[in-house]
């Protein structure tokens, strides 16, 4: 496969963008080679400057639920663009897809539209300090959330102690004010809570996990963290960043029967556009300004552009939720093929899913926590990785993403990407 054309891009890309790329993982320094630079993409497929065709599991990390380029979703922001790209003023489109939204959530009755999941979560946790007069955010580690100063916070020494901060540029004291704990540990969530619940403004989780790979959440986990914010009157905030409108209509919040006070949503709600979106209870949300003293702004937000685009994937989705069934047989699919492959050639993996999320996991021990996704094996995922691309499958360039299928891979995708998985198996 030659990329010759895509390293003369990186290198040059070198000379203007840190690191080459706009978003670190992008640069496939895990994987120890050179990005693709993409030069289009329609349906399953990606396509890069080198003339390389691939089938994608990526999708823009996850909204790309219809496929890339659906016709429908693309017509509607080309009828909006010619009516001009941004005004900085309210427009009927952005009610319109709120609307959708909170008929469509359960817990959902006001959505404040925003331009990313980072922004989305960042207003979050601003709201439910607001809310509550709290500081104190507890979320867990392995589960990412943007990169927002209070959010990018590793885990401390013990499993009930405040964090550190993970990123240069982001001072201590912001780290003081977050305890991260593991996820799906139910003993010590508990006694964090006996501790700092009473100055405990919010936890904030991803109801599925998805940036450690797919990291599922065991029976009661999310039941326990809503018990012990109403005991403590504290918020409960579920990033639906990467589950909303995937995992179901409805997302995790109606596939586990949640009960949030904040919910977060990312780019699927604008069918892959710069968009995001934070909606909640009536009286949680109405402490934004300018109804209530928490204030958040954006001149972008609601543009008429991610607007369209959004109306016209949520209404696509809500005509056809066979959608939902078709990608869990899917999922169903190439979960036991990789499973087959893997055990024939002796390769210890494990596979965490659910519907059209998948993880593969290079160990042989149950991935259920941050700690237990980082004893798999990246020497292995990293030599994986690079003979799936070199058989046309495009995956994330890291063992802790998660493969995202789509309403337009077809099961020729699927046979094409087993057999290719069949043979990287031998290898291994």
Not at 45 to 56: C, T, V
Not at 236 to 251: A, H, K, P, Q
Request: aromatic content about 10%; glycine content about 10%.
């Amino acid at each position: 496969m030659n990329t010759e054309k895509s390293k003369t891009a990186f290198n040059k890309a070198k000379k203007y963008i840190p690191g080459g790329v706009n978003s670190p993982v992008r640069a496939f320094a895990s994987v120890g080679t050179h990005p693709l630079f993409i030069a289009g993409a329609n349906g399953s497929r990606i396509y890069d400057i080198d003339g390389n065709e691939f089938i994608d599991y990526v999708g823009s990390w996850g909204p790309i639920f219809l496929g890339h380029a659906k016709k429908c979703v693309t017509d509607a922001v080309k009828t909006a663009a010619d009516n001009g790209l941004s005004f900085g003023a309210p427009c009927i489109a952005e009610t319109e897809l709120a609307q959708r939204i909170c008929d469509i959530v359960p817990c959902v009755d006001k959505v404040r539209m925003v331009n990313s999941g980072t922004e989305a979560t960042m207003s979050a946790l601003r709201l439910a300090r607001g809310y509550t007069g709290r500081d104190i955010i507890i979320k867990f580690e392995g589960c990412y959330h943007g990169h927002s100063d209070s959010l990018l916070i590793k885990a401390g020494s013990g499993a009930a102690t405040f964090g550190s901060a993970s990123s240069a540029g982001v001072p201590e004291e912001f780290a003081k004010y977050t305890i991260v704990l593991p996820y799906n540990d139910v003993d010590a969530l508990e006694r964090t809570f006996e501790k700092y619940g009473n100055k405990t403004a919010a936890v904030i989780v991803e109801p599925v996990a998805g940036n450690m790979g797919v990291v599922l959440p065991e029976n009661g986990f999310l039941q326990k963290i809503r018990s012990l914010t109403k005991k403590y009157d504290s918020i409960f905030i579920v990033d639906e960043v990467m589950t909303g409108f995937r995992l179901s209509l409805s997302g995790a919040i109606g596939l586990f029967g949640l009960d949030a006070d904040i919910i977060t949503f990312g780019k699927i709600i604008g069918g892959g556009m710069p968009v995001g979106a934070y909606g909640g209870k009536k009286a949680v949300m109405d402490f934004v300004s300018p109804s209530g003293p928490v204030y958040q702004a954006g001149t972008l937000s609601g543009n008429p552009l991610a607007m369209a685009a959004g109306n016209t994937q949520i209404k696509y989705l809500q005509e056809h939720t066979e959608i939902y069934d078709e990608v869990e047989k899917k999922g169903e699919y190439l979960e036991k093929e990789f499973k087959s492959a893997a055990k024939k050639n002796g390769v210890d993996i494990c596979i965490n899913r659910i519907g059209s999320m998948l993880s593969i996991f290079f160990t042989d021990k149950a991935v259920v926590d941050f700690d237990s996704a980082c004893g798999s094996d990246t020497e292995k995922f990293k030599k994986y990785f690079n003979e799936m691309l070199r058989r046309g499958i495009y995956l994330a360039p890291s063992q802790f993403e998660s493969v995202f299928l789509s309403d337009a891979h077809t099961y020729e995708d699927l046979k094409k990407t087993a057999r290719a998985f069949s043979e990287v198996m031998k290898i291994l």
